[in-house]
């Protein structure tokens, strides 16, 4: 069992600087942001990995529909149970001031008989609200921070928030915890994206405040950038832009799976525009015998938001290992979400910096017209595509505009050329 307690990512606890088994969490949300999953998996992750003690008190969710919902998302509360590590209460909610002062009551003789390690208490905004402004505030003052602090205990609280009173309607919970952290969710072209903000920390400085989440199968996954003193693979990056309209990309393509086809590794290709079938039948076409494996997956762009594009390419990644990453049609996914190669730029940023510390490379073909973006600073070879008439009709040219130390390359080159070149660094860098 691991020491200590969890805010139920170890990523996340890193973050906050959380230490030992004390404190006084709040996690408040819009609706459907995912309060109640993220307060379920601060219980099973207490229970299941640190052998803490935990009292779930649940206002809302019967226990037999919030185990089934959970346990769809990998969440597997009821095996917490069957350890004899969490104890699941639903309180009946009380009419009238007096009732709701003897539940109140009666939920701090609960949690002192039980003497759980962690409490999570999840649906727990409407009993507040049905408090007057004093009596809320000096409850979550005198019990819920004192038994956290007093008890050496990590009291966890869920709240509503509603669309419009985001930054207000805690009744007064954001002054007294230490940590307080918000879930939300908007809609993107049709698509919802969530989001948790670190809204305050008294444990430590924290180096960023905002960090898109998903719910899948398997429960909350936080997309973190990586850390920087994580970095420092032997990976490379390289970035062509060529002419819109063309199938230049396909020469770079190639030649990036003749060289691993020779030299050895596998490929992933993450396409925007072409589709599965049609790139392996192009690539048993042009690369005839090839042995080492090539992946394909395609990325609808429409139901893929710019936060969660950085999660795709780690989530391949680890699922193939390849040795060079093909990003095509990115300038595709660019249109559908009316942003710029600039506003890409924390994306590739972050899925570079992984991929490199992972060893592998990446080649990003975009689309591109006029002069060069500003945000190619992070790619260690740039080449710039363009169309050019020849006697002989259309060709490509391409110019090196950024390429390793040392290397001795002809600014302007054929497009096989360049494709050569970029195909080689990728696969081999500085040695």
Not at 129 to 137: D, F
Not at 221 to 234: A, F, H, N, T
Not at 236 to 244: D, E, H, R, T
């Given at each position: 069992?691991?020491k200590?307690?969890?805010?139920?990512?170890?990523?996340?606890?890193?973050?906050?600087?959380?230490?030992?088994?004390?404190?006084?969490v709040?996690?408040?949300?819009?609706?459907?942001?995912?309060?109640?999953?993220?307060?379920?998996?601060?219980?099973?992750?207490?229970?299941?990995?640190?052998?803490?003690?935990?009292?779930?008190?649940?206002?809302?969710e019967?226990?037999?529909?919030l185990?089934?919902?959970?346990e769809?998302?990998?969440i597997?509360?009821?095996?917490?149970?069957?350890?004899?590590?969490?104890?699941?209460?639903?309180?009946?909610?009380?009419g009238?001031?007096?009732?709701l002062?003897?539940?109140?009551?009666h939920?701090?003789?609960?949690?002192?008989?039980?003497?759980?390690?962690?409490?999570?208490?999840?649906?727990?905004?409407?009993?507040l609200?049905?408090?007057?402004?004093?009596?809320?505030?000096s409850y979550?003052?005198?019990?819920?921070?004192?038994?956290?602090?007093?008890?050496?205990?990590?009291?966890?609280l869920?709240?509503?928030a509603?669309?419009?009173?985001?930054?207000?309607?805690?009744?007064?919970?954001?002054?007294?915890?230490?940590?307080?952290?918000?879930?939300?969710?908007?809609?993107?072209?049709?698509?919802a994206?969530?989001?948790?903000?670190?809204?305050k920390?008294?444990?430590?400085?924290?180096?960023?405040?905002?960090?898109?989440f998903?719910?899948?199968?398997?429960?909350i996954?936080?997309?973190?950038?990586?850390?920087?003193?994580?970095?420092?693979?032997?990976g490379?990056?390289?970035?062509?832009?060529?002419?819109?309209g063309?199938?230049?990309?396909?020469?770079?393509l190639?030649?990036?799976v003749?060289?691993?086809?020779?030299e050895?590794?596998?490929?992933?290709i993450?396409s925007?525009?072409?589709?599965?079938?049609?790139?392996?039948?192009?690539?048993?076409?042009e690369?005839?015998?090839?042995?080492?494996?090539?992946?394909?997956?395609?990325?609808?762009?429409?139901?893929?938001?710019?936060?969660?594009?950085?999660?795709?390419?780690?989530?391949?990644?680890?699922?193939?290992?390849?040795?060079?990453?093909?990003?095509l049609?990115?300038?595709?996914?660019?249109?559908?979400?009316?942003?710029?190669?600039?506003?890409?730029?924390?994306?590739?940023?972050?899925?570079?910096?992984?991929?490199?510390?992972?060893?592998?490379?990446?080649?990003?073909?975009?689309?591109?017209?006029?002069?060069?973006?500003?945000?190619?600073?992070?790619?260690?070879?740039?080449?710039?595509?363009?169309e050019?008439?020849?006697?002989e009709?259309?060709?490509?040219?391409?110019k090196?505009?950024?390429?390793?130390?040392?290397?001795?390359?002809p600014?302007v080159?054929?497009?096989?050329?360049?494709?050569?070149?970029?195909?080689?660094?990728?696969?081999?860098g500085?040695?």
């Open positions: 069992m691991e200590g307690c969890t805010i139920g990512f170890e990523e996340l606890d890193e973050i906050l600087g959380i230490d030992g088994c004390r404190g006084f709040v996690v408040a949300g819009h609706p459907g942001a995912g309060k109640t999953t993220f307060a379920s998996n601060i219980a099973y992750r207490n229970a299941t990995r640190y052998g803490r003690k935990v009292l779930f008190i649940e206002f809302i019967r226990k037999e529909l185990y089934r919902n959970m769809r998302l990998g597997l509360l009821h095996e917490a149970e069957k350890m004899g590590l969490l104890r699941f209460v639903r309180p009946p909610l009380p009238g001031s007096d009732g002062r003897s539940l109140l009551q939920l701090s003789s609960a949690i002192a008989h039980y003497d759980p390690d962690v409490v999570v208490l999840d649906g727990f905004s409407p009993l609200y049905a408090l007057n402004p004093g009596e809320a505030r979550l003052q005198t019990t819920l921070y004192e038994m956290a602090h007093s008890r050496g205990r990590l009291v966890v869920s709240m509503e509603g669309w419009r009173d985001e930054y207000g309607g805690l009744a007064d919970a954001e002054f007294v915890a230490d940590v307080v952290l918000f879930l939300g969710v908007r809609l993107e072209r049709g698509v994206s969530r989001y948790l903000e670190i809204r920390c008294r444990w430590s400085p924290v180096p960023f405040a905002r960090i898109p998903v719910i899948s199968n398997r429960g996954e936080l997309i973190l950038p990586p850390r920087s003193e994580k970095s420092g693979g032997v490379l990056a390289a970035l062509v832009l060529y002419p819109m063309t199938d230049v990309y396909r020469v770079f190639r030649k990036a003749e060289h691993l086809d020779r050895g590794g596998s490929a992933l993450l925007f525009t072409e589709p599965k079938q049609f790139l392996e039948k192009f690539l048993h076409r690369v005839l015998g090839a042995s080492k494996p090539v992946h394909v997956a395609y990325i609808n762009p429409v139901l893929t938001p710019p936060q969660e594009l950085y999660r795709f390419v780690v989530e391949q990644h680890r699922r193939r290992n390849p040795r060079i990453v093909v990003v049609g990115a300038r595709s996914y660019a249109d559908t979400w009316a942003v710029s190669f600039e506003d890409l730029a924390e994306i590739a940023h972050n899925a570079i910096t992984y991929l490199k510390s992972r060893g592998a490379s990446l080649l990003l073909m975009y689309a591109a017209i006029g002069d060069l973006p500003r945000t190619v600073e992070f790619y260690d070879v740039v080449a710039e595509v363009k050019v008439e020849e006697r009709g259309v060709a490509y040219r391409a090196i505009s950024k390429g390793l130390p040392g290397d001795e390359v600014r080159v054929d497009a096989e050329y360049a494709a050569d070149y970029v195909a080689r660094t990728l696969l081999w500085f040695a």
